[in-house]
């Protein structure tokens, strides 16, 4: 059974940088679709980053420039880089691996 274990939430200036990690229980070589979604309080979920197949990164208008999707195959894991971070970036955190998703992960962002 695939498992998800997500990693690296916490509470953040405004300004400050968080680094998520999610790591795989099996091997992510051949997973075509890796990314990460967020969800605020009385928002929808909604895709923040991705990798697709040929390694091309796919973001959010909102986080481009300053968030960093990124992909260890030797690790099984991804990682979202987050620099520059804002209040609005304030979600629970979500990554997908393929179909599978991970637990979640509170990012908060004060002023």
């Known amino acids: 059974q695939v498992q998800l274990v997500e990693s690296g939430g916490g509470l953040v200036q405004a300004g400050g940088s968080l680094r998520l990690s999610c790591a795989n229980s099996g091997s992510i070589f051949s997973i075509n679709l890796l990314a990460w979604y967020r969800q605020a309080p009385g928002k929808q979920r909604e895709l923040v980053a991705a990798?697709?197949?040929?390694?091309?990164?796919n973001y959010a208008d909102s986080v481009r420039g300053r968030f960093t999707i990124s992909r260890d195959n030797t690790k099984n894991t991804i990682a979202l880089q987050m620099n520059s971070l804002k209040p609005e970036d304030t979600a629970i955190y979500y990554c997908?691996?393929?179909?599978?998703w991970g637990q979640g992960t509170q990012v908060t962002v004060s002023s």
């Open positions: 990798i697709i197949s040929g390694g091309q990164t």
């Open positions: 997908r691996i393929g179909v599978h």
